[in-house]
Structure formats: structure tokens, C-alpha cells
């Protein structure tokens, strides 16, 4: 059917993932964020192992690691065929299901029944016995549906003819900023209380992770009652899931049970009150407490809103198989997280801003895909607003011999075809632990309609293997162990550009688990016909991870990534922040008045102007959540600080002019922002527009609405 009309139904990687059995996609949710299995840990035992540690001195010589290392040296057996192994029924995908508006020949009725007869499979689908541990939903926005299928209903809804596309979500990724102490903040609230507000009656909602330290003295209020007025942790806990919301998940944590814990907290020997009201994450220095101590704490930019957190669930490499193989950490959480917020926000009757300081890198970076649709959908209302952190990938090389920040700013390659039967090389580093890497990597390139190109991809030390347009590989396993999708597709349904998709996964048998190949990869690109010749490429793939020291020596594993000879410096933006109404902020270091190197760039890949505005985001002081109570404050650096403190002007904006659409919103940020020294008002790709103007903005949002008319003199 993927050679058929069906198969342009469904996007490269969820066929790849249909591609695999019970026991290979088990495995594949011990590793990755975006597949949840409910089989036992019994079945396929022993998961994704855990990747040795590298050497911090050494991930850019991966040809003297491979040299080095010792390699595998048993035969794989060989793979039954997918037809004779059991169907994936406990493996389990968040997609965003975009149907057809209006069918050619089909009556509106008729086109109906189809999408509520869809509807009604996914949520009895959803009801069975093993779905409840993987924690999943069904909601619809116009002419989407985001739901959680089993694998094995992937092709059941590639063939169902009211279906345009079939969306992935995306794995979510966390750049984790640096860290330091730090005395007592500056307070950031803008102005005098009387001309610019303090956020009252605004809700400010943070999806993030690390756990909300909601008893810290930055959202206490003069009666010692916390600021926050909910709390729902994704993750496991004790409290019941927010059902009367929608969700059948997770814990929702109220006020009062907040309070409670505070009050109790004050008796002697108690423990603290975020252990008597617990999360599934409680991590010291939270990056989510900070990120909300910034937009709205007591020291932040909004110190009187309302707050309401959303605690996305990410378990860590060592944690028990089971939790890791029924957890995602994918998209479709910031969908179920928005949501949440809108609906705590109509109970409230306040205008809501919501800040993510969390991003994707693959996808086409032009808005075209699922989750970003689905949140510009949502800010077609008044009084809704979404900031987005531009993400921490703007760097490609290293300032310090100790810097490795390069390894993240490394995900984008661009360049031109020149003509036909002329060719483009691009270098794909895979590090892993330098012998493999264990978790699944992607690369997607992006072109124009009027073009076709022929995909190439040599493994290291292998042989070419070349994809034309229409053509696809999927699921072969090299010589070495890794297996190998291409995928050379033309004309994408939601934008109609041409896409090559390239996916490197381990051998994920449990009995014959091998890592994929550490090397750099190449791929060409061959011109067959060019008119235009332009392509973008991104990397869609895990964040680098600090796992110790051995001496002096800091130990790592490693993401992939593109060689210098590759990587093009723009276009790092997160995909996530490309959004057409969602507003995304840069990285501003106000000592040096310059946007920080590691703050992504942009444009779009088609052309808009993102990120909008740079804001503080260096060496921001905040609260230090669920440490020493006499280390209440620490200071980070990164975009996921930036990004709230806009997102806490935002809420002064709608504060005075609570009928503002996110559109409106974006342009005032646009017409106040102030060129950095020596820069013009033309948009940089660093920069945005400029640095944001609170006051200007704040001023300029009390009479946005505002008419006056002309009364011209008649003829006498």
C-alpha cells in the first residue's frame, strides 16, 4: 500500500515504525520518545542497553575512536519476515490525523460520518485494557485529530479515504543551560505598578520539565499561599488525572492540595511541602521552576498572575525498562499541555499566555507540521498567546577547548544542485559511545517541487546505496547492524515540497542488540532535473548527555551531527518555534549587548522572519527550585530564558488589552523592539527585530484597539 495512493497517507517514519514487529518495536520504546509499548519488561528483557561514556576531548576525531575501538565480531542471524511475526498491538504512536475539509464527490454529511466514525475507533481503541499505562488522548481542533493509535492501526488509517496525512509527533528535546549560584535577583517586574500592571488576572502557563517548586518563596504570596493554581505532572503520581479536562493521565495537583502541603510543612519535623505533595520529577535546580520564576514569580515579570504548570514526563536512561518503555516525550504532550492550560483558563475567564522553553529540530522549519497547525489554531482566538525558546543550536564551533556546545549547533546543512548530473556531499556524524550509537537517528532534506534529485547514502566504510524520487528502502540492516530507511519522496501533502528521509536505527532484535555504526555517513544528492536546485537539510536526534568524570576528564555521550565542512550557520531554529502565530525569542546577553552564540538562527525554511525578538536570557537570576533553602537562587543561560521573560510581557500586554489576538501581539512586539548598537531595524537572523521594548510594547497594547474617526469638512 506505501507504493499506492494510501502510503502518501503516512509519513516516512511512522511506515518505518509499522515496518517492525511486537518484540523490535518493545524494544524501540525503551530508547526513543516517541513510541510507548505496554508489552512486560519480560518480553524482549534487557531493552536499549545503556552506551558506554566518551571521552570529552575527542568527538570530533571519530575516525581515531573507530580505530581504536574493538567491533562485534558475531554474525547477525537472519530476520524473519514482517508477515510472520505478530502484530505490533502493544506498541503504541501519538499522531495528528489531518482530514479532508471537503472530499470530491462525497456529501458533507457523508464526510461526517467518516471523520466521526474514525473518531469513535481511536477513542474505543484507546479504551482497551493495555492502553491505560502509556497514558494517551483523543482531541480534535478543526480538521485535526491528535490520538494516541497502536502501530498496528497505522495502516487502517492510511487507507481510510477521509484521511489527508498522517502526522508524527516529534521528539521533544531539552538543551540543559548552564548553571551557577547567585545572590538575590534583580526584580524584573516592568515599571510603575499603576501605568504598566502586574499581571493580575493573567494566567501564565509553563510546560517544561524538572518539576515546580511551588512552595519556593518566589510564588508565595503576602499570605504565604502559593501562586499556582495547578499543577498536572504527566508523569506517574499520587493525585488523580485532570479528567474533567480531558485527560485520563497523569496527576493533577490543585491549589489547595498545594496549600495544604505548605501549611502542613510549617510543623516541626515535617518534611518540606513539595515531598508531602510530591511530582514525578523533582529535580534540584529545575529548569521548569526557573523558567516560571522568571514570568511570573514575586522576582519575575508578571509578580501578581496566576500560574499553572504542565510537567512533561521524561524518564532518564537508567530508569526501569518499564517506565521507560511506557513513557513518550514527544509533541503530542505540548498539545495535551495547551489544551489543558486553555480550559484551566475559560474556568478562570483570564486571558492566558504560555510559554515552552522545549523544541524539535526536524520537520520542514515552514509550519507545515502537525503540532505546529495545531497551535496556530489555537491562537486564532483573543487573548491566547504561545512563546517559544528559538532553541540553544546557533553555535558551530567551539569557543574553549572545553566547549562542546558546537555538537548542538551543528543540525543544519543548506546548499544548491548546480545542474543536472552534478552532485552535493553531505557529512552525518554518528558518535554514540564511539564504538555505537544506541538511540535512532533521522536526517530530513527539504527541496523544491520543480526539482528531482536521487538520494545516495554510504555508511561508514560501506557501499552506496541510491534512492530515486518515488522510491524508498526501508528497514534493511547493513553488514554491521544497522538498519537503514530511505525514503525519496515527492510532492508532501501539507506543503506540497519534495522531502528525502533518512532514518539509522539499531538492530532492535532483543536477543541481538547492535548499536548503530559510529562513523561519519555520507549522503549525496544527484541531480536528475534542476530548475532551482536549493535544499535544507536538518538532523532530528537526542541531546548530548554528561554521565561523569574519570579524572580530569568530563564523560559524554554524544548526538550526531554535521561536519564543519557541512553545517551551514542559519536555520537552527527550533521547528517548534516556526510556527506562523506562535512567537519565538532569541538568546540576548545584555552585558555584551549582542545575541548569545549559542541562541538559534533563522529564517524559516520559507523565508519568514524568525526568531521575532531577542530578550535577556544570559545569566538570568531566578529561583532555585527543590535545593538548599540557603541557595534559593541560581543563574542560567539559554533561549528557554529568554523565551519566558517575553512571554511575561505578553501577559502585562493582555493584562491591559485583554482582547489582543496573538497576531496583534507579535506585531507590537515587532513595531517596539530597539535595534541592538550599531544595527538597523531590518531583521537579523539572530536577533529578531531587536531587543524587546516592555514599556513601548505594554503602551503600545493599551490602544492597539483603539479608532478614532476623521470628520472631514463637506463642500460649503
Same mark, same amino acid.
Given at each position: 500500500?506505501?507504493?499506492?495512493?494510501?502510503?502518501? @497517507?503516512?509519513?516516512?517514519?511512522?511506515?518505518?515504525?509499522?515496518?517492525?514487529?511486537?518484540?523490535v518495536?518493545?524494544?524501540?520504546?525503551?530508547?526513543?520518545? !516517541?513510541?510507548?509499548?505496554?508489552?512486560?519488561?519480560?518480553?524482549?528483557?534487557?531493552?536499549?542497553?545503556?552506551?558506554?561514556p566518551?571521552?570529552?576531548?575527542?568527538?570530533?576525531?571519530i575516525?581515531?575512536?573507530?580505530?581504536?575501538?574493538?567491533?562485534?565480531?558475531?554474525?547477525l542471524?537472519?530476520?524473519?519476515?514482517?508477515?510472520?511475526?505478530?502484530?505490533?498491538?502493544?506498541?503504541w504512536?501519538?499522531?495528528?490525523?489531518?482530514?479532508?475539509?471537503?472530499?470530491?464527490?462525497?456529501?458533507?454529511?457523508?464526510?461526517?460520518?467518516?471523520?466521526?466514525?474514525?473518531?469513535? @475507533?481511536?477513542?474505543?481503541? /484507546?479504551?482497551?485494557?493495555?492502553? =491505560? *499505562?502509556?497514558?494517551?488522548?483523543?482531541?480534535? @481542533?478543526?480538521?485535526?485529530v491528535?490520538a !494516541?493509535?497502536?502501530?498496528?492501526?497505522?495502516?487502517?488509517?492510511?487507507?481510510?479515504?477521509?484521511?489527508?496525512?498522517?502526522?508524527?509527533?516529534?521528539?521533544?528535546?531539552?538543551?540543559?543551560?548552564?548553571?551557577?549560584?547567585?545572590?538575590?535577583?534583580?526584580?524584573?517586574?516592568?515599571?510603575?505598578?499603576? #501605568?504598566?500592571?502586574?499581571?493580575?488576572?493573567?494566567?501564565?502557563?509553563?510546560?517544561?520539565?524538572?518539576?515546580?517548586?511551588? *512552595?519556593?518563596?518566589d510564588?508565595?504570596? =503576602?499570605?504565604?499561599?502559593?501562586?499556582?493554581?495547578?499543577?498536572?505532572?504527566q508523569?506517574?503520581?499520587?493525585?488523580?488525572?485532570? !479528567?474533567?479536562?480531558?485527560?485520563?493521565?497523569?496527576?493533577?495537583? #490543585?491549589?489547595?492540595?498545594?496549600?495544604?502541603?505548605?501549611?502542613?510543612?510549617?510543623?516541626?519535623?515535617?518534611p518540606?511541602?513539595?515531598?508531602?505533595?510530591?511530582?514525578?520529577?523533582?529535580?534540584?535546580?529545575?529548569?521548569g #521552576? +526557573?523558567?516560571?520564576?522568571? =514570568?511570573?514569580?514575586?522576582?519575575?515579570?508578571?509578580?501578581?498572575?496566576?500560574?499553572?504548570?504542565?510537567?512533561?514526563?521524561?524518564?532518564?536512561p537508567?530508569?526501569?525498562?518499564e517506565?521507560?518503555?511506557?513513557?513518550?516525550?514527544?509533541?503530542?504532550?505540548?498539545?495535551?499541555?495547551?489544551?489543558?492550560?486553555?480550559?484551566?483558563?475559560?474556568?478562570?475567564?483570564v486571558?492566558?499566555?504560555?510559554n515552552?522553553? /522545549?523544541?524539535?529540530?526536524?520537520?520542514?522549519?515552514?509550519?507545515?507540521?502537525?503540532?505546529?497547525?495545531?497551535?496556530?489554531?489555537?491562537?486564532?482566538?483573543?487573548?491566547?498567546?504561545?512563546?517559544?525558546?528559538?532553541?540553544?543550536?546557533?553555535?558551530?564551533?567551539?569557543?574553549?577547548?572545553?566547549?562542546?556546545?558546537?555538537?548542538?549547533?551543528?543540525?543544519?546543512?543548506?546548499g544548491?544542485?548546480?545542474a543536472?548530473?552534478?552532485?552535493?556531499?553531505?557529512?552525518?556524524?554518528?558518535?554514540?559511545?564511539?564504538?555505537?550509537d544506541?538511540?535512532?537517528?533521522?536526517? &530530513?532534506?527539504?527541496?523544491?517541487?520543480?526539482?528531482?534529485?536521487?538520494?545516495?547514502?554510504?555508511?561508514?566504510?560501506?557501499?552506496?546505496?541510491?534512492?530515486?524520487? @518515488?522510491?524508498?528502502?526501508?528497514?534493511?540492516?547493513?553488514?554491521?547492524?544497522?538498519?537503514?530507511?530511505?525514503y525519496?519522496?515527492?510532492? +508532501?501533502?501539507?506543503?506540497?515540497?519534495?522531502?528525502?528521509?533518512?532514518?539509522?536505527?539499531?538492530?532492535?532484535?532483543?536477543?541481538n542488540?547492535?548499536?548503530?555504526?559510529?562513523?561519519?555517513?555520507?549522503?549525496?544528492?544527484?541531480?536528475?532535473?534542476?530548475?532551482?536546485?536549493?535544499?535544507?537539510?536538518?538532523?532530528?536526534?537526542?541531546?548530548?548527555?554528561?554521565?561523569?568524570?574519570?579524572?580530569?576528564?568530563?564523560?559524554?555521550?554524544?548526538?550526531?551531527?554535521?561536519?564543519?565542512?557541512?553545517? #551551514?550557520?542559519?536555520?537552527?531554529?527550533?521547528?517548534?518555534?516556526?510556527?506562523?502565530?506562535?512567537?519565538?525569542?532569541a538568546?540576548?546577553? &545584555?552585558?555584551?549587548?549582542?545575541?548569545?552564540?549559542?541562541?538559534?538562527?533563522?529564517?524559516?525554511?520559507?523565508?519568514?522572519?524568525?526568531?521575532?525578538?531577542?530578550?535577556?536570557?544570559?545569566?538570568?537570576?531566578?529561583?532555585?527550585?527543590?535545593? +538548599?533553602?540557603?541557595?534559593?537562587?541560581?543563574?542560567?543561560?539559554?533561549?528557554?530564558?529568554?523565551?519566558p521573560?517575553?512571554?511575561?510581557?505578553?501577559?502585562?500586554?493582555?493584562?491591559?488589552?485583554?482582547?489582543?489576538?496573538?497576531?496583534?501581539c507579535?506585531?507590537?512586539?515587532?513595531?517596539? =523592539?530597539?535595534?541592538?548598537?550599531?544595527?538597523?531595524?531590518?531583521?537579523?537572523?539572530?536577533?529578531?527585530?531587536?531587543?524587546?521594548?516592555?514599556?513601548?510594547?505594554?503602551?503600545?497594547?493599551?490602544?492597539?484597539?483603539?479608532?478614532?474617526?476623521?470628520?472631514?469638512?463637506?463642500?460649503?
Amino acid at each position: 500500500m506505501a507504493n499506492g495512493e494510501g502510503g502518501r @497517507r503516512l509519513h516516512p517514519r511512522l511506515r518505518q515504525v509499522r515496518n517492525g514487529g511486537a518484540r523490535v518495536n518493545a524494544v524501540r520504546a525503551d530508547g526513543t520518545a !516517541t513510541v510507548a509499548c505496554t508489552l512486560p519488561a519480560s518480553i524482549a528483557a534487557g531493552g536499549v542497553p545503556t552506551a558506554g561514556p566518551l571521552a570529552a576531548a575527542s568527538p570530533d576525531d571519530i575516525e581515531a575512536l573507530r580505530a581504536a575501538a574493538p567491533r562485534p565480531r558475531t554474525k547477525l542471524p537472519r530476520r524473519p519476515r514482517i508477515e510472520t511475526l505478530p502484530p505490533a498491538d502493544a506498541a503504541w504512536v501519538n499522531v495528528i490525523v489531518e482530514l479532508h475539509a471537503e472530499r470530491t464527490g462525497v456529501s458533507a454529511e457523508a464526510q461526517q460520518a467518516s471523520v466521526a466514525h474514525l473518531q469513535s @475507533r481511536l477513542q474505543a481503541e /484507546l479504551a482497551t485494557a493495555g492502553a =491505560a *499505562a502509556i497514558g494517551g488522548a483523543v482531541l480534535q @481542533r478543526r480538521n485535526f485529530v491528535a490520538a !494516541t493509535v497502536p502501530v498496528s492501526l497505522l495502516e487502517a488509517l492510511e487507507r481510510d479515504p477521509a484521511v489527508a496525512f498522517v502526522h508524527p509527533a516529534d521528539p521533544l528535546t531539552l538543551d540543559p543551560p548552564p548553571e551557577m549560584p547567585a545572590a538575590a535577583p534583580v526584580p524584573k517586574a516592568i515599571g510603575d505598578a499603576a #501605568t504598566y500592571g502586574r499581571g493580575a488576572n493573567v494566567l501564565i502557563g509553563i510546560v517544561d520539565v524538572g518539576g515546580f517548586d511551588f *512552595a519556593h518563596l518566589d510564588f508565595l504570596d =503576602a499570605r504565604g499561599h502559593t501562586r499556582f493554581v495547578a499543577i498536572w505532572d504527566q508523569g506517574p503520581g499520587r493525585r488523580p488525572p485532570p !479528567t474533567a479536562r480531558g485527560f485520563e493521565y497523569g496527576s493533577e495537583i #490543585t491549589r489547595a492540595h498545594m496549600n495544604a502541603a505548605i501549611v502542613a510543612a510549617r510543623g516541626r519535623g515535617v518534611p518540606p511541602a513539595t515531598l508531602l505533595e510530591p511530582q514525578s520529577q523533582a529535580v534540584p535546580g529545575s529548569h521548569g #521552576t +526557573h523558567v516560571a520564576s522568571i =514570568a511570573a514569580g514575586r522576582s519575575g515579570v508578571c509578580p501578581e498572575a496566576l500560574i499553572a504548570g504542565v510537567l512533561i514526563d521524561v524518564p532518564q536512561p537508567t530508569d526501569p525498562v518499564e517506565r521507560r518503555r511506557t513513557t513518550f516525550s514527544d509533541t503530542s504532550r505540548i498539545i495535551h499541555a495547551v489544551e489543558y492550560l486553555m480550559h484551566l483558563a475559560a474556568e478562570l475567564e483570564v486571558p492566558l499566555v504560555v510559554n515552552i522553553s /522545549l523544541g524539535t529540530n526536524g520537520g520542514a522549519h515552514d509550519g507545515s507540521n502537525g503540532v505546529s497547525r495545531w497551535l496556530d489554531a489555537y491562537l486564532a482566538t483573543p487573548g491566547r498567546a504561545i512563546c517559544v525558546a528559538a532553541g540553544n543550536a546557533g553555535q558551530d564551533a567551539a569557543e574553549t577547548e572545553s566547549d562542546f556546545g558546537w555538537i548542538m549547533g551543528r543540525i543544519h546543512a543548506e546548499g544548491r544542485v548546480p545542474a543536472r548530473g552534478l552532485e552535493v556531499e553531505l557529512e552525518w556524524t554518528v558518535i554514540g559511545d564511539g564504538i555505537w550509537d544506541v538511540s535512532e537517528n533521522e536526517l &530530513e532534506i527539504w527541496y523544491g517541487a520543480q526539482d528531482r534529485f536521487a538520494v545516495a547514502v554510504r555508511p561508514p566504510g560501506g557501499e552506496w546505496i541510491t534512492v530515486e524520487p @518515488r522510491e524508498f528502502v526501508e528497514n534493511h540492516r547493513l553488514p554491521g547492524g544497522t538498519t537503514l530507511s530511505i525514503y525519496n519522496e515527492l510532492y +508532501h501533502p501539507t506543503n506540497g515540497a519534495n522531502y528525502v528521509a533518512v532514518y539509522l536505527s539499531p538492530n532492535l532484535d532483543p536477543e541481538n542488540f547492535r548499536g548503530i555504526e559510529a562513523g561519519v555517513w555520507k549522503v549525496r544528492l544527484l541531480g536528475e532535473e534542476v530548475r532551482d536546485g536549493r535544499f535544507h537539510a536538518w538532523i532530528e536526534r537526542d541531546d548530548p548527555r554528561e554521565v561523569g568524570r574519570h579524572g580530569d576528564r568530563r564523560l559524554f555521550r554524544f548526538p550526531s551531527f554535521f561536519t564543519l565542512r557541512s553545517n #551551514t550557520d542559519s536555520h537552527s531554529i527550533s521547528s517548534l518555534a516556526c510556527g506562523h502565530r506562535v512567537i519565538a525569542v532569541a538568546n540576548l546577553d &545584555e552585558a555584551r549587548q549582542r545575541v548569545h552564540p549559542s541562541s538559534s538562527q533563522g529564517p524559516t525554511r520559507d523565508g519568514r522572519p524568525k526568531p521575532e525578538v531577542a530578550a535577556p536570557g544570559t545569566g538570568i537570576v531566578a529561583a532555585n527550585g527543590f535545593s +538548599h533553602p540557603e541557595q534559593p537562587w541560581h543563574a542560567m543561560t539559554g533561549t528557554s530564558m529568554a523565551s519566558p521573560y517575553v512571554a511575561g510581557v505578553i501577559g502585562l500586554m493582555l493584562g491591559a488589552n485583554p482582547g489582543l489576538t496573538a497576531a496583534q501581539c507579535a506585531g507590537i512586539l515587532l513595531r517596539t =523592539a530597539r535595534p541592538l548598537p550599531g544595527a538597523s531595524y531590518d531583521w537579523g537572523n539572530d536577533v529578531g527585530f531587536g531587543r524587546i521594548n516592555p514599556t513601548a510594547a505594554i503602551e503600545e497594547a493599551a490602544g492597539a484597539n483603539g479608532r478614532h474617526e476623521l470628520r472631514l469638512r463637506g463642500p460649503r
